[in-house]
């Protein structure tokens, strides 16, 4: 009861700011049945893909939809972009969200796709995940929901933080006219 209460009075307040046309800034909703409450910030509500299982199922692969809807783990050094060192942008795969730049992918031989920061603010919702006996902040999709990863407070400077991110929630598009991030060209005339 407490959370239908609690979302008709987000439904409202965001009614009466402008019938959801403008941006929502930290919205939490929480849940007592399933015990997690999920942040996503400066959000608008009309950019929010929604699809139906059977939408997903017929978009995704079978291990793309295990991950992205059904909250799975891929297993580590397994997943394509592990270790992955070309420059360029990491894209949800289920809606195409621009999530990460290669220059904020790190290697932390955890194998799986780690990144300090996200590609701006907006686009990683987190909540708490409380699966397997542990507690963790997971990290979706703001725009279509989907499971990516976790979020940990060990990454590198300047943020500190590691988000561990399945390949499968991902597809990366490579950077144009560029080469491998460590350096490697394209030789040209010579052999």
Known sequence: MKVLMSLTLAVASLWTAGCGSSPVTNVTVASSETDSTLTTTNQTM??????TDEEWKKLLTPEQYRVLRQ????RAFTGEYWNTK???????????EVLF??????????GWPSFHAPA??????????RSHFMVRTEV???????HLGHL?????QPTGLRY?????????????????????KKESGSK
Do not use: H, M
């Open 164 to 184: 561990c991110i399945n390949s499968a929630s991902i597809k990366f598009e490579p950077k144009k006219d560029e080469g491998k991030a460590d350096g490697a």
């Open 46 to 51: 009309s950019e929010k893909v929604v699809k």
């Open 101 to 110: 730049q290669s220059d904020t992918k790190y290697d932390t031989d955890c």
């Open 71 to 74: 909250k799975g783990t891929e």
């Open 120 to 129: 701006s603010t907006n686009v990683i919702s987190e909540t708490e995940d």
């Open 152 to 156: 940990f407070d060990d990454g590198p």
């Open 86 to 96: 070309d420059r360029g942008t990491y894209r949800c795969a289920g809606c195409g």
């Open 140 to 146: 979706l999709c703001s725009k279509c929901g989907g």
